[in-house]
């Protein structure tokens, strides 16, 4: 049985609007939100407002809970009742954010490239999970329980399950 790795991101929106993404330095290159992992003393908000400030640089306010998102290794067989998935086995809490400042408060960490996105010009080199989240956060959506994996549409963009298309029982629409 693997462990389950708790961790935590942020759509963070500037006052335009746009999207703050990470693309790490290493890997495929691909963009991400930032974020990271919680520590076994902290909350969810309070781990996404610290590793937001070192990942980025930016003190963040947070909204909301965008929704819960689980990365896994899609190849790999579901785990039996009772126990987590294959490694990678990750939940993370996506919050909806926004800077409180006009420029960053400090310095980011090393090994990630920050620039800010225009909702409707996003990179193509997304991750799933980025990609959801980003959708259902734009789209006001909140309570968002999402398997990224399980879950593409046309193009490998997220589309939204049916019952959290229009604020259903599982996601709410923000109003």
Known sequence: MSALTWAVAAVVTDPSGRVLLCRQSGGGRRWALPGGRLRRDESPPAAARREIRAETGWEVELVDLVGLYRLGDPAASPPAAGHCGALPDVLVHVFRARTLAATPAG????????????????????????????????????????????????????APPPEQRSGGELGTTRR
């Open 107 to 158: 310095t980011p960490a090393g090994g990630c490239h920050l620039d800010w996105h225009a909702p409707d010009a996003l990179p193509e080199a997304l991750t799933p999970t980025t990609r959801a989240a980003v959708a259902d956060a734009l789209a006001g959506r909140s309570g968002v329980l999402r398997d990224p994996t399980q879950d593409t549409g046309p193009a490998g963009a997220a």
